[in-house]
């Protein structure tokens, strides 16, 4: 079977049949750029994270997928486009952090930014995935 930079095919045989597994060979990296120009487009946003200097819009699905804290609030107010109220300790700059971080998988930030974003992902995603990632950046940044 054909392969090529973007799909996969393999093939196995036997006595139940011929089957095939179609595979996206780049599909992670695909999907992580999508949504990350979907969120730099405002396309299909469906939510705004507001807090005292500014908000910005995201993606209900994506939020959800990587914080239990943001799929609870989500999940109790099931409007079309809702406005989530950051905490009052919770900067912009600290808010799109934590989002580019949300969409991309990484951030590029300094050791007095990484303090700021470790405490603000600890404290508002400590039910989510974020608490984990957010805690290794920190114990990262020590062994350096």
Request: hydrophobic letters at 35%; one cysteine or more; a negative charge.
């Amino acid at each position: 079977m054909e392969t090529d930079r973007y799909w996969g095919v393999h093939y196995s045989g036997g006595m139940a049949g011929q089957h095939y597994c179609l595979r996206w060979n780049n599909y992670q990296s695909n999907m992580t750029s999508v949504f990350h120009q979907l969120l730099q487009n405002e396309a299909f946003v469906d939510v705004t994270l507001a807090c005292n200097e500014a908000s910005l819009k995201a993606h209900k699905v994506v939020l959800s997928a990587c914080s239990s804290y943001f799929q609870k609030l989500l999940l109790s107010n099931p409007c079309k486009h809702p406005t989530i109220i950051m905490p009052q300790d919770v900067c912009f700059n600290d808010l799109k952090f934590i989002i580019e971080f949300v969409y991309r998988g990484e951030i590029d930030v300094s050791q007095a930014e990484l303090q700021t974003v470790g405490k603000v992902g600890i404290k508002e995603f400590r039910e989510g995935y974020l608490e984990d990632d957010a805690t290794r950046f920190q114990r990262k940044s020590a062994d350096l």
